[in-house]
């Protein structure tokens, strides 16, 4: 049972690169989510979806864009990645029924 | 804005002790509240789930409790073990102010349980 899949586990960019971080999960879970964590802090929302093709806004979502053409699949994009975005990235889903997130292990991103 | 804080940052204890980790909020209108686990390198699992009509819930050694007037949870653990060391967030699902409703998270209690 995978679960929550993300992929790459690990990046390195350079400054002004554009990278898509992919994010699939097999729970067919309406809800999905992106999180960064930067060190020592608690994970930020960046964006967040209630189902295919219903995306919005969260609490840091500048640089980042997203698309949800399907229940199982959630990208985030980077256009122009910039040193502030160095961080990990994590993608979770919560079904209707249980109010529970479930996480998947993270995109360790690091721009140089 | 709804406000997370967790103490303390860090906590060791020797094995076998009973500790609580403490989290604040600064919104009492709240959804539920979550306890998760995150390992080093690791996604975060979640171990309990506190519904806001709720005071408490125990899953093995571990109890959450919550009082949402005075904006606060504890998390305790008993008899503590080598394998509970990780960092353990607390996040809060409150109404983001658009009508859905979003976890806020803590910044986390990184728990040492020396053998």
């Known amino acids: 049972n995978a679960g929550v899949t993300q992929t790459p586990k690990f990046r390195i960019l350079k400054i002004g690169q554009s990278m898509t971080l992919q994010c699939t999960q097999d729970m067919n879970h309406n809800y999905m989510y992106w999180y960064r964590q930067d060190p020592g802090m608690g994970l930020k929302l960046i964006y967040y979806s209630v189902g295919a093709g219903i995306t919005d806004k969260g609490e840091v979502p500048n640089g980042y864009n997203v698309s949800r053409s399907t229940t199982e699949d959630f990208p985030l994009r980077l256009e122009l990645a910039a040193p502030s975005q160095t961080s990990v990235y994590f993608c979770?889903?919560?079904?209707?029924?249980?109010?529970?997130?479930?996480f998947g292990a993270g995109t360790r991103l690091s721009v140089l | 804005k709804q406000e997370v804080t967790q103490i303390p940052a860090a906590l060791s204890v020797p094995e076998g002790e009973n500790l609580v980790l403490n989290c604040s909020f600064t919104?009492?209108?709240?959804?539920?509240l979550q306890w998760f686990r995150q390992d080093p390198g690791k996604g975060l699992t979640s171990l309990l789930l506190i519904q806001s009509s709720q005071r408490e819930q125990t899953s093995g050694r571990l109890n959450a409790s919550l009082d949402k007037s005075s904006g606060r949870s504890t998390l305790y653990i008993a008899a503590s073990q080598p394998g509970d060391s990780a960092t353990y967030l607390c996040a809060v699902n409150s109404d983001s102010g658009a009508g859905s409703y979003q976890l806020t998270f803590g910044k986390g209690t990184k728990l040492s349980v020396i053998p």
């Open positions: 979770a889903t919560r079904g209707i029924a249980k109010n529970i997130q479930y």
């Open positions: 919104d009492s209108a709240i959804y539920n």
